[in-house]
Structures are given as structure tokens and as C-alpha cells.
């Protein structure tokens, strides 16, 4: 139970920097390819733990 919540705050907390770090740049379609591929990491994570 701990170790999935550390992962998943982890994740988040990575996307949302990310994000203010590109936002500032003004690079909007590389924050929404790099969304697509964590997302895609996230959701086989997901599966191969459920």
C-alpha cells in the first residue's frame, strides 16, 4: 500500500513540474506528448500490478 501511493505522488509530482517548466518555455505540444507517454507508463504499471 505505501510503496503504490509513494509511486503514484512521485509520478505526480513529476508531471507537475514538468509542466511549469515547459509552460514557461511555451512549449505546449511537447508537454502533451510527454503526458501521452507517462500516461501510457502509468496505465501498464496499473495493469501489471492489478
Known amino acids: ?3 503504490m ?3 503514484v ?3 505526480e ?3 507537475a513540474v514538468n509542466f511549469v517548466m ?3 518555455k511555451g512549449g505546449e505540444r511537447e508537454i ?3 503526458n501521452r ?3 501510457g ?4 504499471r496499473r495493469r501489471r500490478e492489478g
Open 32 to 34: 502533451h506528448e510527454r
Open 13 to 15: 509530482v513529476e508531471m
Open 9 to 11: 505522488v512521485l509520478v
Open 5 to 7: 501511493m509513494m509511486v
Open 37 to 39: 507517454e507517462k500516461f
Open 41 to 44: 507508463r502509468r496505465r501498464r
Open 1 to 3: 500500500m505505501m510503496t
Open 22 to 24: 515547459e509552460g514557461r
